[in-house]
């Protein structure tokens, strides 16, 4: 059974951090580009940030560029979001998504609340 568990949101004061992680079962993870996206209320999914299968390449929004980075351990099948200098726009529902290099379906997880506020 494929599973995609994202854990570490919470309630964070703007300016202060959290680590997201996002843990795999069930597929091929070293074979799939791992993906974050967020969704605010009212807004449409975004993707945040990016990294490659192998983990040699990464890509950011430009809205959380020099803030958050995006890491992966295929030994752990895991993909983390170190989210640093947050902000009350980083208000969201986080997502991890695997993408297969190979053309196969995609997986969602079930998504993690992140909240920044006074």
């Known amino acids: 059974q494929v599973q995609l568990v994202e854990s570490g949101g919470g309630l964070v004061q703007p300016g202060g951090s959290l680590r997201l992680s996002c843990a795999a079962s069930g597929f091929a993870f070293s074979r799939y580009g791992m993906r974050w996206y967020r969704q605010a209320p009212g807004k449409e999914r975004e993707l945040v940030a990016a990294?490659?299968?192998?983990?040699?390449?990464?890509n950011y929004a430009d809205s959380v560029k020099g803030r958050f980075t995006i890491s992966r351990d295929n030994a752990k099948k895991s993909v983390y979001l170190q989210m640093n200098s947050l902000k009350s726009e980083d208000t969201a529902v986080y997502y991890c998504k695997a993408v297969s290099d190979y053309g196969l379906r995609d997986y969602w997880g079930q998504g993690t609340q992140v909240t920044v506020s006074s």
């Open positions: 990294i490659t299968s192998a983990g040699g390449s990464t």
